[in-house]
């Protein structure tokens, strides 16, 4: 059973630039979450996708974005990349969102770091 | 807003002593609330969940929370740790009305001294 899957495992990039994580959900799971976790700090959630739609937003402005496919896959994007924005990116999915609480279950994360 | 808090931000146990990592939340009905590991490197792992019922839940690994109402906590327990405990733990709450959004308390690191 495989579970959550992220690529890249590490990524480096320059101030401005964009980026793209990509994130394969846990069999069975049909909702996507990710969330940005910095150095030292719990995660923070960017957003969720269900049924290919976003459902729900932290907040982060609108230099991130999302998308998911058919297969429910998942990637985040990232634009006008800033300094700020270097944390690892944890992809989680569940089943919802109508399965209220529905525990997360959690990728190994994209470490990003923008220099 | 729905909010937790972990107050503890290091903690160093001796191996088989006894642990407690303390969270509270903030939220005016009883929300969803779990217990996550991350080891370094790697995602979080869930440990355990409390939905409603038995205010004593039991995870993997060894460990178990008590959600106490009065208190708005929901703090995690492990009767004798091992040098394999050392991570961070990271408290969670959901909204009854806001599925899957789950939100992290800053976590606790723990040390495990030999």
């Known amino acids: 059973d495989a579970g959550v899957t992220q690529s890249p495992t590490h990524l480096i990039k320059t101030r401005g630039q964009q980026v793209t994580l990509r994130c394969s959900p846990k069999s069975g799971h049909d909702t996507v979450s990710w969330y940005q976790q910095a150095l030292g700090q719990g995660p923070q959630f960017i957003f969720q996708y269900y049924e290919e739609e976003e459902r729900q937003r932290g907040n982060f402005p609108d230099r991130f974005s999302g998308h998911q496919f058919p297969n429910y896959s998942s990637e985040l994007n990232v634009n006008a990349l800033l300094l700020g924005d270097s944390a690892l990116y944890l992809c989680?999915?569940?089943?919802?969102?109508?399965?209220?609480?529905?525990?997360?279950?959690f990728g190994n994360g994209t470490r990003l770091t923008v220099t | 807003a729905q909010s937790v808090t972990q107050p503890d931000i290091h903690i160093t146990v001796s191996e088989g002593a006894s642990l407690e990592l303390r969270c509270n939340y903030s939220?005016?009905?009883?929300?969803?609330l779990f217990w996550y590991v991350q080891s370094p490197g790697q995602g979080l792992q869930l440990l355990l969940k409390y939905f409603s019922g038995d205010t004593l839940v039991q995870g993997i690994k060894g460990f178990e929370a008590e959600f106490k109402r009065s208190q708005s906590s929901f703090n995690l327990r492990k009767p004798s740790v091992h040098w394999s405990d050392a991570a961070e733990y990271f408290c969670?709450?959901?909204?009854?009305?806001?599925?899957?959004?789950?939100?992290f308390g800053s976590g606790t690191r723990l040390s495990i001294r030999p």
């Open positions: 989680a999915s569940s089943l919802g969102p109508g399965q209220d609480g529905s525990p997360l279950h």
């Open positions: 969670a709450s959901t909204g009854y009305s806001s599925a899957s959004k789950i939100i």
């Open positions: 939220y005016g009905a009883t929300p969803y």
